[in-house]
């Protein structure tokens, strides 16, 4: 059954995705809790926490069974009340401000109805942007996308930029990369496609993080670097709990609350009016914190 | 007019409110920042930062006209798109762990068909509970009160225990107090007497809340309870911009996001899956986070 080899699927390749993070990371490794859905079905949940890289950071496996409240089958737009949902989500919060916060998923979703789809992405948070990692970044989710459709990549670039936005800020959440969601079969394109696009971006996930993770990991920083990353987090945490439709979605249905909010960081700051000094490092990133920004091709 | 009364009144208390908590904490003064709304009116908003008792806290007043969208006016349950409101909120969040978090608010509403409204309360959130101190604060909350109308107290009590509570965590905010909203004009209730007991709430805030600060400001502790504020600050963080109504009205009407925001602390933490040690305070503490306990009696 096509349900149980994307279960599948997402198991292996959460375990994989742990394993390279471990390996890449060499200070600590990821626990585990399973935990089981009020309804039906359950989850896997690895945390790391104090590494030599990474502060925090989760690869959440679940595959549930349930049935939407009236009020949140219309919220999140759905087809049917009956839901059957399986997916990996990853959030990354590395100690260092030099090293970008990141966040990844993989999910597939069968209504009650008979439809059925995939929807996932992977982003970059940096707290200073880099617009050469930037770049190096979308040039690989380009690829990741262009072998398997022409217009993928500007699909789903777009769809970041207007998916992680603080509204209320005015500002994206970091520099994007892809995101998209309601993959379903067309005449064109089969569902094992879709699964096959979605298993390429899980899997060039990890060779490129673990390469920023190595890349930047040393760089030196100091208070004010400290300081900026903590508010940084806290735009973060603004985002992840105002708009993000995985959480609204884990809250509703009664998911495990510790693994849904695994995605916030152990700290995070909120200084009132802070604006940064102009011509600043931290001026310069807010300045790229927009959508729209053509990133194959920044200098 | 009323409306002007009202108004007069919210601009009075916003300055006799800072004018205590300054005398009180004595290392630092509220700053100043008045803001022109997008559409009509504007506020001010009064901030204390790095003071002996506060390390953040704000005391916002605003006074706007504006029309909601069609989404939000069902959301908030609107009688009209066309609203006045005007009103003063507070959060004050102390360096300390022993000097309870406190939000208190107190609002003036008017829709476009001629319905007016108040609506506002105080809640305490203690890092660690006290309940002589919390019994103490309800049987105030109880006092103004009942000056008032006898059923008062008892329903807005109820009324805050169930807005002041993280459903996802199935914990309140912290031992609530008194929380009320859309108090019409009645056939045994003019809107007079209704500012009249809005008044006395405002004005009961500051001798009560100054006493706790006096109480509990040289109390000792060590970095044990400050992790543990830290991480029940995220709490406050989780309610302010998962629930909290006021932070959706300010998000969604296009409010000047640094005064609404200045509710969240300077820092707050998150730890995966913590758990308080059995039976240390911190488990204590957790325990009477619940609903229904009548503070009035609690020994």
New interface residues.
Partial sequence: MFREEVEAFMRRFQSDLCEALERCDGGATFST?TWKHEEEGGGISR?I?GGNVLE?G?VNFSAVRGQLSPQFLKMLEMPDANYFATGVSVVLHPHSPMVPITHMNVRYFEAGNGQAWFGGGIDLTPIYVNPEQAREFHRLMKEVCDRHHPTYYAEFKKWADDYFYN???EETRGVGGIFFDRLMATDEISIADRLAFVHDVAYAFAPFYTRIMNENRDLPYGEREKQWQ?MRR?RY??FN??YDRGTKFG?HTKGR??S???S??????????FTPEPGSLEAQTQQYLKKDIDWLNVQ
């Fill in positions: 809790d945390v926490q925090k989760g509204q209320h800020r903590l806290g945490v603004e709990l105002v809250l609350i510790e849904i909010l695994m916030l960081p152990t700290l995070a700051s909120w200084q009132y009016n």
